[in-house]
């Protein structure tokens, strides 16, 4: 039986062939391991909770098969829960997913509060807990992000070259760091270029459909519309594709779109779009390995560790094809070169 519960579990080596019979036996059985008397017998359920903000968002579905894939090579299953971005919805997930023992949650946190109670709560009893895309302002907790703010300056910075100067923003949440992060990098692009920051041309939006939607209206139908438009999400994108084609306006002819989270769909697209793309799928998969260690003890300390991974700003036909009216810009515009793509060292 020792042999079967070190398949299992991994806790030790076992040869392959003697893997190979013991799995064999478990298929033809139908046996099924008991992970509750286990988890009782060893403090231990090798279950992992996973809370996001949407899961039909691409960018956090892909984010979900890292973090599996993960978990699967280490001997242990994930749960997700979905928010749809509700703070209370995420404080029940937090409820069931305590009273079923996981080891620790990887979360994507909603907009809510500074320093929910339910998160200070779980880090004060020592649960491990990993916050991945979004870190909650002021709490010291392991987290794998983004660098928002510099791969959204490099993206306003390439809209710049091409000689616009007009350049609006459909910005997320402000309440969540991704939001602040993404308005900071538009802000700082403009500033670095002696633009002066056109609030007229700033819309603040929830990173979903209908918010890029209804902004995305306001921003083309204005009298004084900007000649190119950065949206701050994939969700987003999609309102303000929807809000271009009902206007009558085309692109890039009459707006470049630059955009952040590089989706599926955006090389298909009629013109293809220019995105920051995300590691979505990295950022799952080194939360959950970051999770697993904390819980195997495998790390030096307690002090929170912090990954920052790069994004990547991959150019297409959406802006390069594109160029401001007479009297818009004073600069002499630069062409970056279509499909070409511009890493950004964080």
Known sequence: ?????????GAAVVSPERRERVLTVIRDSGYHPNFVARSLKLRQT?????????ITNPFFAQM????????????????TFNTDDHVE??????????SQRVDGILLVVAPGPKKPSHILDMLKTGGPL????????????????VGNFAATRECVRHLIALGHRRIGIVAGNLNLQTGRERLNGYLAALRDAGIKVAPELIRKGD?????????????????????????????MTIGVMRALAESGLRCPQDLALAIFDDMPAT???QPPLTAVAQPAYTIGQRGADLLMDRIESKL??????????????????????????????NLEPRVLGGGGKIPLSI
């Open 1 to 9: 039986m020792g042999t079967v519960s070190n398949v299992l579990t």
């Open 89 to 98: 919805r995420e404080k029940h997930a937090f409820s069931v997913l305590r």
């Open 207 to 235: 990173f979903h459909m209908e918010s890029g939607y209804q902004l995305g209206l306001e921003l083309l139908l204005s009298k004084r519309r900007p000649t190119a438009l950065f949206v701050s999400n994939n969700l």
């Open 267 to 269: 090389q298909v697209l």
């Open 300 to 329: 030096a300390d307690r002090a929170p560790v912090t990954i920052r991974l790069a994004g990547e700003l991959k150019i297409r036909e959406s802006t390069t094809g594109s160029r401001p009216g007479k009297g818009d810009s």
């Open 130 to 145: 990993v916050c991945l895309d979004r870190v909650p302002p002021g709490l010291k907790v392991d987290s794998v992000t």
């Open 64 to 79: 979900v098969r890292g973090a599996e894939d993960a978990a699967l090579k280490r001997n242990y299953v994930l749960l």
């Open 46 to 54: 090798r279950i992992l909770g996973m809370v996001l903000a949407d």
